[in-house]
């Protein structure tokens, strides 16, 4: 792993803490964050976050500033977001957003 990725990876772990319903996965070439088996953040090898906040949350997130679309492969993923690492400099900036990605993944079904 990059060392932005990794060095986001251990504050997103920091924050989350010991929660036993959040685990790791390697995906993208990385790893990303699931709650109860569904996708919450991942850190970017650039040290961009990834945040699933879903499709009714989606266009106050991207209001936010330092998010944009998710682009992966050329491919708009809705309800899935990048947050700039300049953005998410301070763990509370950070707690924010993989807040505002709980309240949505949490609420799905854990598979």
Do not use: Q
């Amino acid at each position: 792993m990059t060392e932005e990725r990794e060095a986001l990876a251990e504050r997103i772990r920091s924050i989350i803490g010991d929660d036993p319903n959040i685990t790791e996965k390697k995906m993208f070439g990385g790893i990303a964050f699931m709650l109860n088996g569904n996708m919450l953040v991942g850190p970017h090898k650039d040290g961009t976050l990834m945040a699933r906040v879903g499709p009714d949350l989606y266009e106050e997130a991207l209001s936010r500033p330092g998010a944009r679309v998710m682009d992966f492969t050329g491919k708009t993923m809705k309800g899935f977001i990048h947050v700039h690492p300049d953005k998410i400099t301070d763990d509370e900036a950070l707690a924010t957003w993989i807040a505002l990605a709980t309240e949505f993944v949490g609420a799905l079904p854990a598979k």
